[in-house]
């Protein structure tokens, strides 16, 4: 994009542009709530205390506090000073704890909200961004079913999008981690974190730091490795590990929840996914299945789509919230499809028709036509002067309006329309109380550009 | 509410109450988009300097800075501190001059979006609450005609929400100052803000503060109340104040403006509007015609949507950019409609259908039944396990959901599949291909709830 704005890392959309993020959201939403998902939203702010309770030092947190007031007093500091969120699930835990005698489990939601983090900013990544995001929670227990469900909604979400091809990829940290302990190496956390550096560092130097910084042998390093290199988009990854002759309990449970994901979503949407053993999300709190999603061609802009399996979402006292979701980075998306021109809007504005001016006595007539369009769902502006007619025409043209009205007197008094579309110049007679554009030019459309050379 | 929630100031909803915030936010979308208002958004966070460039001090402002960084460096402070908007016109002024060269004028757009205001939260005033706002914003000029055809859109809006009948109290800044220099008090703003206490405070005590804090003699204080007292639901107001003899081309001017909005919006909107010219927007930024709205019955929740006319939004060096807006409190309104249960939705979930499973193994196939149905625009969702079909039905009983789906599998092989109303315990054969609910159990509706005693 040649526009610069303002302050880095908080983009501002053209309303051209902003069509396009809407659409995006209207998709996403359209599908979450034919999947049985309800619309919340939470407050832009958490304690300090609640945004790092589990220690996610790696997230940069913007402050909040009240400008007018003295620095030393008022405004709580430490553990209950306010701060902006840094994604939705951390608010969201707090919201289903909070409100748990008020919801009924399992809990489907959607929620779909800007979130900041005081990162640097860089391509695909902002200070401000929305997310969208859809989570089920249990009371106690959640079905494994949910973690292949939900796959399916993002990938039937993701489908409707004007955008190009996506992978899914899918791993599941008990996999891992029992594989990890099956060859000696107990340290999970930090051999997955080692992992995640994979497609930066390469596997020379992720092999030099799990015999460093872990204490692993090279013969550990090798089999870490080798399993990370397993990507199948079927469920044979399942003989190719056992061919590696590790034995553990966790692993097996891992391999059979994985397999049920990868083998009931690749029969369901061939094509979509993979098993892809290097996925680690990095220090997000997983404890089963983990998803990230790449665009095809794009796969260096990072996931566009992630999220998994928390075995305890929220916990008070007596009860643990267990919990399944995915987020789509909607800013991250939307940013690149349009520096990438993936998608278009058909025109800049809602308008479909600009009612003219024959004169200036004519504004409260020309309304009343309007309000005629508008009761059948036709957007409308009047001209807000009787220009000359090119002059009102050249306006609409601007604006990117594709047709304007014009109601005459005839000599016996009675009015005459006729509507005309500026970009053939046909203009015919038109009765307001029965006239519609076509359906292509009754509001603005997104539609996908066929990417050069494919 | 009986609910409270756990941040003071910082109203969150519970499912079923967002669904009647969304349709709230849906209906002044939809009505925007039909009088051809683009949609933008623009970033939470600006700047302290242009927050603060009017002078603003009343607005509490929640100041924005990075976490983990030291007190003493790094944030910039002073005018380039970053802090929350506390409104959506602010932004917009920064978002016109910045991107003028992209924009076509006269630019009309809507926003709706969070903002947020450190103040004491009491009933109608939250800390952070959604605005709707439209504007019209002009290149150098803006005719007139805008400021009735901003107050013809607003009523469309409102009048499609599922609220009380509302009124437009509409008034002139030019009026009540040039009415003011007429009987010789040059204070204008001082006057208005004594005026604007009137409702709070009483005649006698405004009186008292005009001839104490502004000088005023008492025939002074009696006149700027008498003219306060003006109030008419046609343009008769104009004779009125005529009637009070006081003669001052600015006056002459606020009377013409005036009447001309009030003459057409009476016209078009009988009942809606009235004009009252104790309108007075405080420390507000307005230069020429006023709007604010109650709904009849709750005026002491204050104005649930207002606006006017500034004849310099914004400006630059060389350009001035006039505009004319109206802001819809959108969380002050739903916050109220909730609490008087003014409307409810049809059910708390979007789900219409629960498709039930007969055994583990019909999951799939229960997949594929939801997945025909979504097609048409059925929202459903599939049971995550086998339980008896009592336990399922509870279930969609418990969440709201209107239907259960039934597949059998008969002796010779093939399925039979019913669907069971379980609100009427009807149940009956039903085709996936081609089933769907009633209209009114598509989605859930919010429907207005008529006023007890009403």
């Given at each position: 994009?040649?526009?610069?704005?303002?302050?880095?890392?908080?983009?501002?959309?053209?309303?051209?542009?902003?069509?396009?993020?809407?659409?995006?959201?209207?998709?996403?939403?359209?599908?979450?709530?034919?999947?049985?998902?309800?619309?919340?939203?939470t407050r832009a702010v958490e304690t300090v205390g609640h945004l790092l309770r589990k220690g996610e030092i790696d997230k940069e947190v913007y402050a909040?506090?009240?400008?007018?007031?003295?620095?030393?007093?008022?405004?709580?500091?430490g553990e209950d000073q306010l701060a902006l969120h840094f994604d939705l699930t951390v608010p969201f835990a707090r919201y289903v704890v909070e409100?748990s005698?008020?919801?009924?489990?399992?809990?489907?939601?959607?929620q779909?909200q800007?979130v900041w983090r005081g990162e640097?900013?860089?391509?695909?990544?902002?200070?401000?961004?929305?997310q969208?995001d859809?989570d089920?929670v249990g009371?106690?227990?959640l079905?494994?079913?949910?973690?292949?469900?939900?796959?399916?909604?993002?990938?039937?979400?993701?489908?409707?999008?004007?955008?190009?091809?996506?992978?899914?990829?899918?791993?599941?940290r008990k996999?891992a981690e029992?594989?990890?302990?099956?060859?000696?190496?107990?340290d999970a956390d930090g051999v997955l974190r080692?992992?995640d550096?994979?497609?930066?560092?390469?596997?020379?130097?992720?092999?030099?730091?799990?015999?460093?910084?872990?204490?692993?042998?090279?013969?550990?390093?090798?089999?870490?490795?080798?399993?990370?290199?397993?990507?199948?988009?079927?469920?044979?990854?399942?003989?190719?590990?056992?061919?590696?002759?590790?034995?553990?309990?966790?692993?097996?449970?891992?391999?059979?929840?994985?397999?049920?994901?990868?083998?009931?979503?690749?029969?369901?949407?061939?094509?979509?996914?993979?098993?892809?053993?290097?996925?680690a999300r990095g220090l997000d709190y997983y404890t089963g299945t983990v998803y990230e999603?790449?665009?095809?061609?794009?796969?260096?802009?990072?996931s566009?789509?992630s999220g998994g399996r928390y075995e305890s979402l929220a916990s008070t006292g007596?009860k643990t919230y267990p919990g399944v979701g995915l987020s789509?980075?909607?800013?991250?998306?939307?940013?690149?499809?349009?520096?990438?021109?993936?998608?278009?809007?058909?025109?800049?504005?809602?308008?479909?028709?600009?009612?003219?001016?024959?004169?200036?006595?004519?504004?409260?007539?020309?309304?009343?036509?309007?309000?005629?369009?508008?009761?059948?769902?036709?957007?409308?502006?009047?001209?807000?002067?009787?220009?000359?007619?090119?002059?009102?025409?050249?306006?609409?043209?601007?604006?990117?309006?594709?047709?304007?009205?014009?109601?005459?007197?005839?000599?016996?008094?009675?009015?005459?329309?006729?509507?005309?579309?500026?970009?053939?110049?046909?203009?015919?007679?038109?009765?307001?109380?029965?006239?519609?554009?076509?359906?292509?030019?009754?509001?603005?459309?997104?539609?996908?550009?066929?990417?050069?050379?494919?």
């Amino acid at each position: 994009m040649a526009r610069k704005t303002s302050l880095s890392g908080f983009p501002e959309w053209l309303p051209e542009e902003r069509l396009v993020e809407l659409h995006v959201l209207d998709v996403l939403r359209e599908t979450f709530e034919l999947h049985g998902f309800s619309s919340i939203e939470t407050r832009a702010v958490e304690t300090v205390g609640h945004l790092l309770r589990k220690g996610e030092i790696d997230k940069e947190v913007y402050a909040v506090s009240r400008l007018q007031e003295d620095e030393d007093a008022g405004s709580p500091k430490g553990e209950d000073q306010l701060a902006l969120h840094f994604d939705l699930t951390v608010p969201f835990a707090r919201y289903v704890v909070e409100n748990s005698g008020y919801l009924t489990f399992p809990f489907r939601r959607y929620q779909m909200q800007k979130v900041w983090r005081g990162e640097r900013p860089q391509e695909g990544r902002a200070r401000e961004f929305t997310q969208a995001d859809i989570d089920v929670v249990g009371d106690g227990t959640l079905p494994f079913r949910y973690d292949v469900e939900l796959a399916l909604v993002m990938i039937d979400a993701l489908s409707r999008l004007p955008i190009p091809p996506f992978t899914l990829r899918i791993n599941n940290r008990k996999l891992a981690e029992g594989f990890y302990r099956g060859i000696g190496l107990t340290d999970a956390d930090g051999v997955l974190r080692n992992i995640d550096k994979l497609e930066k560092i390469g596997p020379e130097k992720v092999a030099e730091a799990l015999r460093e910084e872990l204490g692993a042998t090279a013969e550990q390093a090798a089999a870490a490795l080798e399993l990370a290199s397993i990507r199948t988009d079927d469920t044979s990854f399942v003989e190719q590990v056992r061919a590696l002759g590790v034995t553990d309990e966790l692993l097996d449970e891992g391999l059979a929840e994985l397999a049920e994901v990868v083998g009931e979503a690749s029969r369901r949407a061939p094509g979509k996914v993979v098993a892809d053993l290097s996925i680690a999300r990095g220090l997000d709190y997983y404890t089963g299945t983990v998803y990230e999603t790449v665009l095809v061609g794009h796969e260096h802009l990072g996931s566009i789509c992630s999220g998994g399996r928390y075995e305890s979402l929220a916990s008070t006292g007596k009860k643990t919230y267990p919990g399944v979701g995915l987020s789509v980075g909607v800013t991250r998306l939307v940013t690149r499809m349009l520096s990438q021109g993936m998608a278009v809007p058909s025109r800049k504005v809602p308008t479909s028709v600009l009612v003219s001016l024959v004169d200036e006595e004519s504004w409260s007539q020309a309304q009343d036509v309007a309000g005629q369009l508008r009761a059948r769902g036709v957007s409308c502006e009047v001209s807000a002067t009787a220009a000359k007619f090119g002059k009102q025409i050249k306006y609409a043209e601007r604006r990117g309006i594709p047709f304007v009205w014009f109601t005459t007197r005839g000599e016996d008094g009675a009015l005459a329309h006729e509507v005309k579309d500026i970009r053939s110049g046909e203009q015919v007679p038109a009765d307001p109380a029965a006239w519609a554009p076509p359906a292509e030019d009754l509001r603005p459309v997104v539609r996908a550009v066929a990417a050069v050379g494919a």
